[in-house]
Every structure is written in C-alpha cells, then in structure tokens.
C-alpha cells in the first residue's frame, strides 16, 4: 500500500492472483522476448477484492509508474454480494488516516462510516492477531507468487447465476477509477480473468464493460485445456504449482502485443 516502488510489472488482485501468476517465470519470459531487465512483483492477497485493490493499485500509481499492470478480477467481484464491499471496508480501515486512497474510498461509502472510522477502536477491531502475525510470518520470497501443492479431488458443479444478479454501483466506480488513472498516466492495464475449474458462470459483462471502456481484458477463465485437468487444480477456485505454470505461459503468449508498447 505504501512501499512498492519501481517495479515495471505489476500484478494485483486476490487469491486468484497470488496463486496463479508465476511472477518469475513470467518476467523471464518477457525479458528473454524484449531483451530486457525488467522487474516483477506479485502483489496479490488471498482474501482482498475489487474494491480494495483499487483502492491499493490506485496508492501506488500516486507514487509511480509501472510500465504494466495486470489486474485480476472475476465479474463476481462487481456484484452487490460477490463484490466483498463489507470486507474491503473492513480490510481499508486501518489504514484511514495513513492513506489518501484508503480515505477517499471509505468517505463515499456513506456518512455512517465516516463517522465510524473516527474511532481507532473501530478501525482496528479485530486486526491486532492479523497484525502481528504480519511480523512473525516470512512474506512470500517468490516476487509475491504465492504456489499452492495438491491437487483437486472432488468438485460440483453449480447453476449459472451471475446474469442475474445485480452489480455494486459503488464497485463499479473504483473500477472506473482505475481505468482513468491508468490511462491518465500512460500506464498499460489490462484486466484479466484466470482459471476456475469448470466454471458454471461467466465475465460477460465484465467483458462488456472493459470493451466500452477500451481496457484490455484476456480472459482464460473457462478454457478447455484447464477443465480437462483437474490435476492442475488445488481447489476448483484455485490453480496448484503446475497449473500455475501453464496459466502463466499463456498468459504470457496473450501479453505480447501489449509487451512490444513497453
């Protein structure tokens, strides 16, 4: 939130970023094809959604540029439920008075939690374990990718109902927000839907949206080649080391055209 600095490439998003892109393996493969030295950092966090990762990605471009971002977000993520607006709320809060960002996000909430977050005991409720645990717990070494082990034994597959349901006004403008800064400062983003394994839902809209906004979105989230496989799988929700490394190879071939505008 308020370190990162000087990095060239830029992944943010939750669990599904910190799991599935192989930072290393990934800027290897973009420094072998431009003949370069560019540097990467996986900045990913299980548990954290749309709305905090704007408000994140949003602090670090106030301090610099990176030549790409690479924003993981599902659609879910944009609805009303899905979205974790309570969460990011919860997740935001310790950091009121130390970020801008943070407060400009949590002020458009509503009056209630402005008044709320005056109190420290508010902000902080139920953080002191989360924060201590921050200290005693090694941060992760691999430029932020986080690589789960084991592999998927059982999954259900369940109704599509992402089409009906409806999306958070309020998550739409940080998506919104992050669109506009990034284009403001010359800063490629591009948005992207990895893996889940055979998926009963979609990112259509999600697609829609980037589209009207004339943001790149690549979307791997239902392919073929990873609901063929459970064995690349941890958990449906979540690619393992091996299918990690596939993901991010593809990945990687669907970045190129944007890479040569480095």
Request: glycine share 4%; proline share 3%; net charge negative.
């Amino acid at each position: 939130m308020n370190r990162l600095t000087d990095v060239d490439v830029l992944i943010v998003g939750s669990s599904r970023a910190s799991h599935h892109y192989d930072a290393q393996l990934l800027i290897d493969s973009i420094n072998n094809y431009t003949q370069s030295s560019y540097s990467i950092y996986n900045a990913g966090i299980d548990g954290n959604f749309l709305n905090h990762n704007a408000c994140r990605l949003e602090s670090i471009l106030d301090r610099y540029q990176p030549k790409l971002v690479i924003f993981e977000i599902g659609e879910s993520e944009l609805s009303e439920s899905g979205g974790g607006i309570q969460s990011s709320i919860s997740q935001m809060a310790p950091y009121y008075q130390l970020s801008k960002q943070a407060a400009a996000y949590l002020n458009r909430v509503d009056w209630k939690k402005r008044i709320q977050l005056q109190s420290a005991m508010y902000r902080f409720n139920n953080k002191p374990l989360r924060i201590l645990s921050s200290f005693l717990i090694p941060s992760v070494a691999n430029n932020g990718y986080d690589p789960l082990y084991g592999e998927l034994t059982h999954h259900t597959v369940h109704e599509n109902t992402t089409s009906a349901i409806a999306l958070s006004t309020y998550s739409l403008q940080s998506l919104t927000q992050v669109f506009d800064k990034c284009k403001a400062l010359g800063v490629i983003l591009i948005i992207t839907s990895s893996p889940r394994y055979q998926a009963s839902d979609n990112n259509k809209r999600l697609a829609r949206i980037c589209h009207e906004a004339d943001i790149p979105y690549i979307e791997l989230y239902n392919e073929e080649i990873f609901n063929a496989h459970s064995e690349y799988f941890k958990d449906a929700a979540h690619l393992n080391d091996t299918g990690a490394k596939v993901f991010t190879a593809m990945m990687f071939e669907r970045l190129k055209p944007f890479i040569t505008q480095f």
